[in-house]
């Protein structure tokens, strides 16, 4: 009998463990997702193929860069800046790699918004839900321990400006696929710009 309630024991310790680390990966792939939906619907809509600008190029040195700033500032031990450095670096080429998949699909050719989305938008959608998430529980959590009055700056810059840059985000990717439209919407303008011209 004791042996069947242990089983018990650790299959439901296992399931608490199992959703307390599916949980936020589902919210952060959930917040990526709704950041970068529109442009992924747009590019499902006119599949177009994978096309480089000098302007990606320009991004995702930059974006390189700031990373490489953050883990030589940041931290005090050069194994962690290394391998941190290392890591972050090679994420970011592939986040950039996928990114330029998704507007190439999408026909966004506009060196401007190809840019804001590079620099600001991918790394919101990719990095900003895994920051985000941690400072609103913080937010939460000492303002209710100390009282909302007495935190320090740091709690309410990443417990309300993080998601703000994410909503700031969404509605960056909107903007970014503004213009383009779907095939049939920009058929149709043209045409009506034809009839009543």
Known sequence: MESIQLIVQLLVGFVALAGVLLVPLLIV???????????????SQLG??????????????????????????????????????????????????????????????????????????LPHAYFGSVVAIPGVFSLLVQGLDEGFGSLSPAYWFFGLAVPLGLVVAKLCALWIVSPVGPPAANASASQNDRDTG
């Open 29 to 43: 792939y959930g917040i990526g997702q709704w950041i970068l939906g529109p442009i992924d619907r747009l590019g």
């Open 48 to 121: 177009g193929s994978i096309r480089y600008r000098i302007v990606d190029f320009f991004c995702l040195f930059f974006v390189i860069q700031f990373v490489l700033a953050v883990c030589l500032y940041g931290f005090s031990r050069p194994r962690t800046k290394l391998g941190l450095g290392v890591t972050l670096t090679v994420v970011v080429v592939l986040m950039w790699f996928q990114g330029i998949k998704r507007l190439s699909r999408a026909g966004i050719d506009d060196p401007w918004r190809r840019t804001l989305f590079n620099v600001y938008v």
